[in-house]
Structure formats: structure tokens, C-alpha cells
């Protein structure tokens, strides 16, 4: 079994900065990517910004400038650094991870999430 927990979540009031941590547990052969993506209330989940195992970062455009990710493959933890913090920033954040396990099976795998709360 693999875990993703994430944890860093909470209020801000806007134009603050929070960062968000997830870390990877488990039978773990190799993390190939790791992202972050997020829900709004009554919207879907969308991406935000993965990264590979050799750094190389990918942003969908709404965050770019404003959030940056990054990881530690050390200690297989994920981080999403943000600032400038706007209401509609306001969602549950998920940690997703592809992720070989250590039976060799390679699946997606995601965190419980967590919230963040921008107030105006």
C-alpha cells in the first residue's frame, strides 16, 4: 500500500502565502511524477502543477507566477509553495503521485486533500 498525506492546508486572508506538503508512504519502488491538483466547491478537480522525479515542473496557466512546486525525492514529499493568495484559491488541494510500487505495479495514488480557505 502506498499513502499520501498532505498537510499545510488552513485559512489565509488573501494576498497571504501558504505552503502545502505531501508526504509518500509505503511500498515504494519509485515516484515517477507528483502534482498537485484542487476542487472547489461545486467545480471539478483541476490540475495545478506536476513535477518529475528529475524536477522538471509543468503549470497549468492560471498558476503560473503565483505557485511553485517542488520535491523532495529524499524524503518522497511533495511541496506546492503559494502566494498571493486570491479568494477564488479557495478548494480542497490534493497530492496526486504516479507511482511504482514496490510489487512493480504502477498506479495513481492520491492524498485525502486539504483545505484551504482564502478570506477577502
Known amino acids: 500500500q502506498v499513502q499520501l498525506v498532505e498537510s499545510g492546508g488552513g485559512l489565509v486572508q488573501a494576498g497571504g502565502s501558504l505552503r502545502l506538503s505531501c508526504v509518500a508512504s509505503?511500498?515504494?519502488?519509485?515516484?515517477?511524477?507528483m502534482g498537485w491538483y484542487r476542487q472547489a466547491s461545486g467545480k471539478e478537480r483541476e490540475l495545478v502543477a506536476t513535477?518529475?522525479?528529475?524536477?522538471?515542473?509543468n503549470y497549468a496557466d492560471s498558476f503560473k507566477g503565483r505557485f511553485s512546486i517542488s520535491r523532495d525525492n529524499a524524503k518522497n514529499t511533495l511541496y506546492l509553495q503559494m502566494n498571493s493568495l486570491k479568494p477564488e484559491d479557495t478548494a480542497v488541494y490534493y497530492c496526486?503521485?504516479?507511482?511504482?510500487?514496490?510489487?512493480?505495479?504502477?498506479?495513481?495514488?492520491w492524498g485525502q486533500g486539504t483545505q484551504v480557505t482564502v478570506s477577502s
Open positions: 513535477v518529475i522525479s528529475g524536477g522538471s515542473t
Open positions: 509505503g511500498s515504494i519502488f519509485s515516484i515517477n511524477v
Open positions: 496526486w503521485g504516479r507511482i511504482t510500487t514496490r510489487g512493480m505495479r504502477t498506479e495513481n495514488f
